[in-house]
């Protein structure tokens, strides 16, 4: 089974877990998520959190209820190693 490691559930890596766990059969990839923070920001809305016209709660996506068949590690990514360079 191919796996994919997306370091970061941003924007960027939350989009590329959500798209591809729609179209893929059970046991096809396996796709992993490591963030320290359970929840993709909506950085857009963040300046009407500061004002205090949209609640915070409204500006996060959680990430264990919307990339559900992804499994997400949480925790920092502090160094990428390859076959290579082991
Ligand atoms: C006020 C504001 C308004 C904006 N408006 C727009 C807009 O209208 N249109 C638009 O296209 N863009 C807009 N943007 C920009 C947009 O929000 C960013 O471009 C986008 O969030 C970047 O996505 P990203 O995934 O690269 O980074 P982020 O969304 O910042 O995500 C990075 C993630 O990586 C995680 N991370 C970092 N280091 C590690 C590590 N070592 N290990 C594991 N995880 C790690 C962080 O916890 C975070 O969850 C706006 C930004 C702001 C602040």
Redesign the pocket.
């Given at each position: 089974m191919r796996e994919i490691l997306i370091?970061?559930?941003?924007?960027?890596?939350?989009?590329t877990a959500w798209g591809p766990q729609k179209k893929l059969r059970p046991g096809e990839e396996q796709v992993t998520v490591?963030?320290?923070?359970p929840?993709?920001?909506?950085?857009?809305?963040?300046?009407e959190v500061a004002a205090g016209s949209v609640e915070a709660r409204h500006a996060v996506v959680s990430l264990r209820r919307h990339v559900s068949r992804t499994q997400l590690i949480a925790?920092?990514?502090?160094e990428i190693r390859d076959e290579a360079t082991r």
């Open positions: 370091v970061g559930g941003g924007r960027a890596g939350f989009c490591v963030d320290p923070r929840y993709m920001t909506c950085q857009p809305f963040l300046p925790g920092t990514v502090t």
